[in-house]
């Protein structure tokens, strides 16, 4: 590994870049400072060469010493983005590993293309353009070393980092060929062989991810680590409400505290109730160390306005909630058939009623950002973030909206994030710096929530209810499914209710289009509080409902619930239904192969008490199928045992090890997601810290076993598609131990004793 390796100045490198129009361009340039190994850098800032240098998107840089530089583009938040990427490009160029050096580049669209973590899209969106950058950079050095040797390109192969005549074995290094290679003009992507995959090297194998090292020592790579000079600490009090704005502060009393440097009002950008994350109002407390302005906010006395959402509480939704389900649907978002009719015409019916709550991101790194609008009208950001963009809500878009800044006035360095879940998606924390920074006198700023704050300021998980009813025939067909889903929305500038973000519950969610009736249909009452996405986002609750209750209805029709769930996916598609998504084929053929790696058919031999139920859910384009083993005492106590899961995420593994640390990762979140919720009372956030919103604790994780069943398919990404079956494999075991079964989460121990 080129772990402690540094990279000296003054070295005249080979820049690989992707152009925005998708060619491929190459310019030799000069370095300009040292990085080491995993530590946050910017892009590679090159001084101006003799030759003109062209602005492009630079991935791969080579020096003479045969050190390569690749720069990762996209935010690294402890999926592995950082060594995965640079994998790919490494493994079509044909790079020794060993002198690989990984750099965190900016935020910069232009030079990168789209940059954000979510929605597990890195691994499809990149596997062929990041291995097209590795497979130009070769080609280039094998044009290079073709024409030094004076034979055909056909004669040549590459081993790591060296070019070689095969006829004569000679070698050449690609440190020596650099030179030569950037004066080339870079091939056509559309024209570039690819590695057959059994000549891989990297891809497939384990790989260490690249900043462990620093991460087992401490080292400071964190957004929550940078230090600017000169500085400031700050502390940001909102309003509890959402959206709450500030009447009056005692200001002047807090400017008079002991270390306090400053104090002042913040206010909104914009003046509806903002429907996402951005600059609110509040109130500021500037500080030489952090401490010193977290303690002096708790003497701050604000009187708010607190808005229209006030008196928004969790009693009051489920009360709504409650009613709704009783009127008719306000609207359809999907039907097949006569479901009411077959309804009415089964041999037997089931009906029941499922919610979930509000959950909270709380990553491990609370929200932070050091920024420094300066007087010269430029604002440079440090920030660990998914999303940096010019979206509503994204980094850049935020500070330009807010402070009026042209985007090309703005630089944003990301920072290693700890955690996001979908949390760093929403940018308020990093426009709440740039703009205390400018308010403060255009001086550097770094902006710490505390956890409670992070907990209170939330773009949360929204709750749901769902209302399911199903019909069979005699002989335990299903013959009509029904969901009447209730949930949270807002009007738009038009006046029309509109569902909130994450809030939604998919009109193909399985199994519609599969039984011959079906009616999916949905209410919106208000919702006042800031919701977005969580890790797999709307997976996560909806699975949970879906594949209880096809539980339910497997246990109504007298039937085995995996063998049931293989009967439905096997179904003909009904006539007017179009399936779209999900492959039903593939999913049976994961649920399979989880059957006989289980032990499926030996469970009827457990104990009372101990119980296995199973799920499978197709999300951000990955099939998991998994099967929970749970052990229930008889007070209720629980635990998970063991998770058996398989996968189908396309023909390669890219990381083993990193795959099987997302495997684990999102099942261990999913188990901790059913201890957890977040209510309101009187517009406030309920829970503050962990102790009320707990994570699974290291001695009740189960033992995972994780399989990844290879297909012929591209291959997909691995950050959500594990987690959402969990929830209801785990709630589906407690049914086969006690009796139980679950509706609601979060699982109250009482409500699953059993005797």
Not at 337 to 343: F, K, P, S, T, W
């Amino acid at each position: 590994m080129a772990d402690g390796n540094t990279i000296n100045t003054s070295r005249r490198f080979f820049l690989l870049a992707s152009a925005a129009g998708g060619g491929l361009m190459l310019a030799g340039c000069v370095t300009a400072g040292d990085t080491t190994d995993g530590a946050p850098a910017a892009a590679a800032s090159p001084a101006k060469p003799a030759a003109p240098v062209v602005d492009m998107n630079n991935f791969v840089a080579i020096s003479p010493d045969g050190t390569i530089r690749i720069m990762n583009k996209n935010p690294e938040i402890g999926q592995g983005i950082k060594t995965m990427l640079p994998m790919l490009i490494a493994e079509e160029l044909d790079a020794d590993w060993s002198k690989v050096v990984i750099e965190q580049g900016d935020a910069d669209q232009a030079r990168y293309g789209n940059q954000i973590a979510g929605g597990s899209f890195a691994t499809p969106n990149h596997w062929v353009p990041q291995r097209q950058v590795g497979a130009a950079a070769r080609l280039m050095l094998m044009q290079a070393a073709a024409a030094r040797l004076n034979v055909s390109i056909d004669e040549l192969s590459t081993e790591p980092s060296m070019v070689v005549h095969t006829a004569t074995n000679k070698k050449i290094a690609y440190g020596d060929l650099v030179a030569d290679a950037a004066k080339l003009t870079a091939p056509d992507p559309a024209t570039l062989k690819m590695k057959d995959p059994k000549a891989y090297r990297l891809i497939g194998k384990d790989m260490r991810n690249w900043d462990s090292p620093k991460i087992v020592r401490g080292e400071p790579i964190f957004g929550i680590d940078t230090v600017v000079p000169g500085m400031k600490y700050a502390n940001f009090v909102k309003c509890p409400v959402f959206g709450g704005k500030v009447v009056s502060a005692n200001i002047d009393e807090i400017k008079a505290l002991p270390g306090v440097t400053d104090a002042f009002i913040v206010k909104q950008a914009g003046t509806a109730l903002p429907t996402k994350m951005g600059l609110l109002d509040g109130v500021a407390v500037l500080a030489d160390d952090w401490w010193t302005a977290k303690e002096a906010a708790k003497k701050l006395k604000i009187v708010w306005d607190e808005g229209v959402s006030k008196d928004e509480s969790t009693t009051s939704y489920d009360a709504q909630a409650a009613e709704l389900a009783k009127k008719p649907p306000q609207t359809s978002l999907s039907k097949v058939g006569d479901a009411a009719a077959a309804l009415k015409g089964a041999a037997k019916t089931i009906e029941a009623s499922y919610s979930y709550p509000f959950l909270v991101h709380a990553p491990l790194e609370p929200q932070n950002c050091t920024a420094h609008a300066k007087a010269d009208g430029t604002v440079e950001v440090w920030a660990p973030t998914q999303r940096p963009d010019m979206g509503a809500n994204g980094g850049f878009g935020l500070i330009t909206a807010a402070l009026g800044v042209a985007k090309e006035k703005i630089t944003i360095h990301m920072t290693r994030c700890g955690g996001g879940f979908g949390r760093r998606l929403d940018n308020d924390y990093i426009v709440e710096a740039a703009a205390i920074s400018k308010q403060a006198g255009n001086i550097p700023v770094k902006l710490i929530w505390t956890r409670e704050q992070d907990m209170a300021h939330d773009p949360y998980r929204p709750g749901g209810y769902h209302n399911f009813k199903a019909g069979f025939d005699k002989a335990g067909n299903v013959v009509a499914f029904t969901n009447h889903f209730v949930s949270f929305g807002r009007p738009n500038d038009a006046g029309v209710m509109t569902i909130l973000a994450s809030a939604n519950s998919p009109p193909q969610e399985f199994p519609a289009n599969y039984v011959p009736n079906h009616a999916y249909d949905q209410s919106l009452m208000m919702g006042g509080m800031p919701t977005g996405p969580l890790r797999a986002p709307t997976s996560n609750a909806v699975s949970f409902v879906h594949q209880s209750f096809i539980d339910e209805m497997a246990i109504a029709a007298g039937k085995d619930p995996l063998e049931f769930r293989l009967e439905l996916l096997a179904l003909p598609v009904p006539a007017g239904a179009t399936r779209a998504g999900m492959n039903g084929p593939r999913m049976a053929e994961v649920l399979k192969v989880l059957r006989d790696r289980s032990g499926w058919a030996n469970r009827g031999s457990l104990p009372k008490g101990t119980g296995m139920g199973v799920a499978f859910y197709f999300s951000h384009q990955g099939y998991f199928a998994q099967v929970a083993k749970v052990k229930v005492a008889q007070n209720g106590a629980w635990r998970v045992l063991k998770v058996w899961s398989v996968g189908d995420v396309g023909s390669t593994i890219i990381n083993p090890t990193n795959a099987l640390n997302q495997v684990q990762g999102s099942i261990v979140d999913g188990i901790s997601e059913m201890h957890q919720k977040i209510t309101f009372d009187k517009g406030r956030t309920q829970q503050s810290n962990y102790f009320d919103m707990p994570l699974l604790r290291m001695d009740y994780a189960p033992q995972i076993d994780a399989h990844f069943h290879l297909s012929n398919n591209s291959p997909t990404g691995l950050g959500e598609p594990a987690l959402p079956p969990v929830l209801p494999a785990v709630a589906n075991a407690i049914f086969a131990a006690t009796g139980k079964r679950i509706r609601a989460l979060p699982i109250v121990q009482k409500d699953i004793s059993w005797t």
